[in-house]
């Protein structure tokens, strides 16, 4: 069993960062594979970003590369994900997902989520 608790939202002008962290319990954390979803009011969940166990593969969604960036420090059981140049649209409920296979792109279909953490970006 893996708990997963995001932390780090808040209220950002347009243009600011924000970094967001998940910390993960258990001790088989470094066995998963990680990831970071958003959920806008009224819309589903859609992928944000992922890295591999080892942290050595990376993979972001169009509306996010270059301004996102996911991390993890499997020894302290804690995954990241920096935002710079935050966007309106950016803002959305943040939610990080474990998976021991690799993280698939609907949300429900992963192994763990947690409970998310708001991220608003005013204009």
């Known amino acids: 069993q893996v708990q997963l608790v995001e932390s780090g939202g808040g209220l950002v002008q347009a243009g600011g960062s924000l970094r967001l962290s998940c910390a993960a319990s258990?001790?088989?954390?470094?066995?998963?594979?990680m990831g970071w979803f958003r959920q806008a009011p009224g819309k589903e969940p859609e992928f944000v970003t992922a890295?591999?166990?080892?942290?050595?593969?990376?993979n972001y969604a169009d509306s996010v590369k270059g301004r996102f960036t996911i991390s993890r420090d499997n020894a302290k059981n804690t995954v990241y994900l920096q935002m710079n140049s935050l966007k309106p649209e950016d803002t959305a409920v943040y939610y990080c997902?474990?998976?021991?296979?690799?993280?698939?792109?609907?949300?429900?279909?992963?192994?763990?989520w947690g409970q998310g953490t708001q991220v608003t970006v005013s204009s």
């Open positions: 890295i591999t166990w080892s942290g050595g593969n990376t």
């Open positions: 258990g001790r088989t954390f470094s066995s998963y594979a």
């Open positions: 997902a474990a998976d021991r296979s690799g993280i698939t792109a609907i949300m429900d279909l992963n192994d763990y």
